[in-house]
């Protein structure tokens, strides 16, 4: 009998291997075997609907799908309706959205400490109101700062939102924090219990009632009724108290180019592009960007700190932090009298007391004189006068820096960069040739702050930094910040070795308190100079870099970094001498000098030599080799001007000098850092206990402005050293400019005060400048090939022009205002805007 054929699925079971079926048979055992654990599993635990992506979901949908219920009646139904469905999210979902939180606190916790270490402020007394808390998360976020517990005697979150509040319960219950109280109110009808305790007439003369910081965290910005809730604020700080706020914002620069009391424009401009854009995102969830919000908030309070950032991981949100304080704090009679101690300080001029002031104005009025003023002083005239907030500088803790503007041309053609990272002086020579003595007031070119710090180690009554670049500025004021507020460690990894991972952190909970306002910006936006971990840090920035570099990758190409660390690390001079003739092959190339180092580009992008100063070791090198004028014009001898101009610099260094153990200069140009061996003297632990001792910066002053222009404002013949560095060498031999700071130094400096002064030429043009405007000129150093004029070598002579008699200045100055607080005398203008 015949089988039956097979069918399809019979066919396809004997084509298969049994082999097959069984590992799909296991396969689909296991899977079954995971969903049945999965489902029991299920029933004992519920899905959290709050965590991981669930959370992202409500926030989308909240934020962007959920219509807003337009039933409410008032604020508080309009917030409920956007936040109650994401209430338990909120945090989950803003910590990438709102940047800047942290850092808000971080400055605020800053200044409550310094007030603290000041006894302006006694701990565990403190109190903070939290406006617009929302969740809590920003008083979580204080314990990074702060013993939230044990500093502030109570806390006080106020937010309209309940299901915000009842998050913010949660959250404190958990930690057990019972200074905390959550209070769901209206901000603007906030008041603390503690002044309800208070006797009415005695509560405006009591400097201890209101809280001690206030803040607000993206709050500002949801706020219909802005003006009433900053108005608020005033009566609910102490006089003496710190507000701290966070927010959205877009701004254009034009806005706010003519005030002078906003803490710096850095990085506030919105494109054009950008502000239409985030206005309108931000519209749809009832979140105001315009610029009137921080503007209000910035006329009625003084700017502490303020910075204006950009989140990048959502697009480049901008975003503001701003720290302030109570601007009716400067029109009280006790600021009225701070204010003339301080403009007493920028001129030398001696305090009078307000019985004597009237007599003195008289006396000048009858002997044709004028008062001499500040430029920051007429500032805060003018601002007074129109019931504005000082300028910044007048708001900092310290009184170092002197306000600027930092939108004139003159500033900005720095484009946010200095030039010099470290001194090109030798202050070994300078001190021996000054002698500086106790009763000494120095005005000196700021550079990089190195010979500032080394001034103010044998502790003159006064020293005035100038610098026209104010990022050099900031960068002495980054190393006087350190030394107020950090150990010897942490100043070391700074400025010796350059880097510092921490750096941000350290600039925000420790430097800050100590900064001005324009300073702090500057580094926040440039804190990874020192924490990136590609680049050599401190020392391979500003514009001086670029030869620094070339240098280095010079070395590199043609195998020389193994012969530089030798010379770096060489004990005698012998051994110095016998490692450098195959370094100066390389670096000393006449083709690299000709085609390069020779061009006027490079020595000044590079150098910072400019035209005019090159020109001078030129015209030295015409005279000594008889050159006639016609050759002047090649390019060629140009570059042999500067290659020998080298050649004697270098040469003598590294016969005469040890790179290893004394001469900083070159061994950082060689390595990208000093050495514990090898360093500026205000980096040894010795100068780290003199310029961290309380009151060791007292008697310095920052100026940011041009030397005529801070000498002018100067008392005559109150100054007796100057240190002008190379800055003669700038001036245009054609003009006048040399002859008018001649007749300004002879102005300010008392009979037998000194100038010190270095030239790129043996013997200087302005010289005869000097000798006709009451100077009597002596070379105490110079500079001849083969020999060493100081550990630098840079210059071919130095100078001691000694003044010798008064001489009536020739050239029309520029006329000085006579504005006294008291006076109704004020101009408007962008010049007298211009400090």
């Known amino acids: 009998m015949n089988s039956v054929s097979s069918g399809p699925v019979d066919s396809f079971l004997n084509k298969m291997d049994w082999t097959h079926l069984y590992i799909g048979g296991a396969a689909f055992s296991v899977c079954a075997l995971v969903v049945v654990v999965l489902s029991v599993s299920s029933q004992n635990r519920k899905i959290d609907y709050n965590s991981g992506i669930f959370s992202y979901l409500k926030f989308i949908y909240a934020?962007?799908?959920?219509?807003?219920?337009?039933?409410?009646?008032?604020?508080?139904?309009?917030?409920?309706?956007?936040?109650?469905?994401?209430?338990?999210?909120?945090?989950?979902?803003?910590?990438?959205?709102?940047?800047?939180?942290?850092?808000?606190?971080?400055?605020?916790?800053?200044?409550?400490?310094?007030?603290?270490?000041?006894?302006?402020?006694?701990?565990?007394?403190?109190?903070?109101?939290?406006?617009?808390?929302?969740?809590?998360?920003?008083?979580?976020?204080?314990?990074?700062?702060?013993?939230?517990?044990?500093?502030?005697s109570h806390v006080y979150l106020v937010d309209l939102s309940p299901s915000l509040c009842e998050v913010a319960r949660q959250r404190f219950e958990r930690l057990g924090w019972k200074n905390v109280t959550v209070v769901c109110q209206d901000v603007r009808s906030f008041r603390l219990p503690e002044l309800d305790q208070v006797d009415p007439r005695t509560k405006a003369a009591n400097?201890?009632?209101?809280?001690?910081?206030?803040?607000?965290?993206?709050?500002?910005?949801?706020?219909?009724?802005?003006?009433?809730?900053v108005d608020s604020l005033t009566?609910?700080?102490?006089?003496?108290?710190?507000?701290?706020?966070?927010?959205?914002?877009?701004?254009?620069?034009?806005?706010?180019?003519?005030?002078?009391?906003?803490?710096?424009?850095?990085?506030?401009?919105?494109?054009?592009?950008?502000?239409?854009?985030?206005?309108?995102?931000?519209?749809?969830?009832?979140?105001?960007?315009?610029?009137?919000?921080?503007?209000?908030?910035?006329?009625?309070?003084?700017t502490v700190i303020s910075a204006s950032e950009r989140n990048y991981l959502l697009g480049g949100i901008p975003y503001y932090i701003f720290i302030g304080c109570q601007k009716d704090i400067a029109s009280s009679p006790s600021s009225h009298e701070a204010i003339e101690k301080l403009d007493a300080t920028f001129t030398e001029s001696p305090y009078l007391s307000p019985a004597n002031h009237r007599k003195e104005m008289e006396n000048a009025v009858e002997e044709s004189r004028v008062e001499i003023h500040s430029k920051a002083y007429e500032s805060a005239v003018i601002n007074l006068g129109s019931n504005l907030p000082l300028p910044c500088s007048f708001y900092q803790n310290h009184h170092y820096r002197i306000f600027y503007n930092d939108l004139l041309p003159k500033h900005t053609q720095f484009q946010n960069e200095y030039i010099y990272a470290f001194n090109w002086e030798d202050p070994r020579v300078d001190h021996r040739l000054l002698n500086i003595k106790r009763d000494d007031v120095i005005l000196?070119?700021?550079?990089?702050?190195?010979?500032?710090?080394?001034?103010?180690?044998?502790?003159?009554?006064?020293?005035?930094?100038?610098?026209?670049?104010?990022?050099?500025?900031?960068?002495?004021?980054?190393?006087?910040?350190?030394?107020?507020?950090?150990?010897?460690?942490?100043?070391?990894?700074?400025?010796?070795?350059?880097?510092?991972?921490?750096?941000?952190?350290?600039?925000?909970?420790?430097l800050?308190?100590?900064?001005?306002?324009?300073?702090?910006?500057?580094?926040?936006?440039?804190?990874?100079?020192?924490?990136?971990?590609?680049?050599?840090?401190?020392?391979?920035?500003?514009?001086?870099?670029?030869?620094?570099?070339?240098?280095?990758?010079?070395f590199k190409i043609f195998g020389l970094e193994g012969q530089v660390r030798k010379l770096c690390d060489a004990q005698t001079l012998s051994e110095q001498r016998e490692i450098w003739p195959r370094i100066r092959s390389v670096l000393m190339s006449k083709p690299l000098y000709w085609a390069v180092v020779g061009t006027e580009w490079f020595a000044w992008k590079a150098a910072g030599v400019p035209r005019n100063q090159r020109n001078m070791i030129v015209e030295d090198f015409f005279k000594r080799n008889g050159l006639t004028?016609?050759?002047?014009?090649?390019?060629?001898?140009?570059?042999?001007?500067?290659?020998?101009?080298?050649?004697?610099?270098?040469?003598?260094?590294?016969?005469?000098?040890?790179?290893?153990?004394d001469n900083y200069f070159y061994f950082l140009c060689l390595q990208g850092q000093f050495s514990r061996k090898c360093h500026p003297t205000y980096l040894s632990p010795k100068a780290h206990v003199k310029?961290?001792?309380?009151?060791?910066?007292?008697?310095?002053?920052?100026?940011?402005?041009?030397?005529?222009?801070?000498?002018?404002?100067?008392?005559?013949?109150?100054?007796?050293?100057?240190?002008?560095?190379?800055?003669?060498?700038?001036?245009?031999?054609?003009?006048?400019?040399?002859?008018?700071?001649?007749?300004?130094?002879?102005?300010?400096?008392?009979?037998?005060?000194?100038?010190?002064?270095?030239?790129?030429?043996?013997?200087?043009?302005?010289?005869?400048?000097?000798?006709?405007?009451?100077?009597?000129?002596?070379r105490v150093g110079a500079r001849f090939p083969g020999t060493c004029i100081d550990r630098v070598n840079m210059y071919a002579s130095t100078w001691i022009c000694t003044k010798t008699q008064e001489v009536e200045p020739t050239t029309p100055g520029r006329t000085i205002s006579s504005l006294s607080l008291g006076g109704s005398k004020r101009s408007n203008s962008v010049e007298d805007l211009q400090i």
Not at 481 to 495: M, P, Y
Request: with cysteine; aromatic share 10%.
């Open 63 to 152: 934020s962007f799908l959920k219509p807003h219920d337009k039933s409410g009646d008032g604020q508080q139904d309009a917030l409920e309706s956007f936040y109650k469905t994401q209430a338990t999210v909120y945090d989950a979902t803003r910590k990438r959205l709102l940047c800047g939180r942290e850092d808000m606190l971080g400055l605020a916790a800053a200044q409550l400490k310094y007030k603290v270490e000041n006894k302006e402020l006694q701990a565990k007394k403190a109190i903070w109101v939290d406006m617009g808390g929302g969740t809590g998360y920003n008083i979580e976020a204080m314990a990074k700062f702060l013993p939230v517990d044990s500093f502030f």
């Open 207 to 229: 400097l201890n009632t209101g809280a001690d910081v206030v803040t607000m965290s993206y709050s500002l910005s949801m706020i219909p009724d802005y003006y009433s809730v």
């Open 235 to 302: 009566s609910l700080m102490k006089p003496t108290g710190i507000l701290g706020v966070c927010d959205f914002y877009v701004q254009s620069i034009v806005d706010v180019s003519s005030r002078n009391y906003i803490g710096g424009a850095f990085n506030r401009h919105v494109n054009w592009l950008g502000r239409a854009f985030w206005r309108a995102w931000f519209d749809a969830d009832r979140v105001n960007l315009e610029a009137a919000r921080r503007d209000y908030l910035e006329y009625r309070f003084g």
């Open 444 to 510: 000196a070119i700021t550079s990089a702050g190195d010979n500032i710090l080394d001034y103010l180690q044998n502790s003159p009554r006064r020293v005035h930094a100038v610098d026209l670049n104010p990022n050099q500025n900031h960068l002495l004021e980054l190393k006087v910040a350190s030394f107020c507020a950090l150990g010897h460690r942490d100043v070391w990894k700074i400025f010796g070795e350059g880097k510092h991972p921490e750096f941000r952190q350290l600039l925000i909970s420790r």
């Open 512 to 554: 800050s308190p100590h900064l001005s306002s324009q300073a702090f910006q500057y580094w926040l936006e440039h804190t990874h100079v020192f924490t990136s971990s590609s680049g050599k840090g401190l020392y391979e920035t500003g514009g001086s870099r670029h030869a620094i570099k070339m240098v280095r990758y010079l």
């Open 629 to 661: 004028e016609d050759m002047k014009k090649s390019k060629d001898v140009s570059g042999q001007s500067i290659w020998e101009y080298v050649v004697d610099t270098l040469d003598p260094v590294v016969k005469d000098t040890m790179i290893s153990n």
């Open 691 to 778: 310029l961290s001792s309380p009151g060791a910066f007292d008697g310095l002053r920052i100026h940011t402005d041009e030397i005529n222009e801070v000498i002018k404002r100067i008392t005559p013949r109150s100054l007796t050293i100057a240190v002008v560095m190379d800055s003669m060498d700038w001036f245009d031999p054609e003009g006048n400019d040399a002859g008018a700071q001649c007749q300004t130094l002879n102005q300010a400096l008392k009979i037998g005060g000194r100038i010190l002064l270095r030239s790129a030429s043996i013997e200087p043009w302005y010289m005869k400048q000097f000798e006709e405007n009451g100077f009597t000129a002596r």
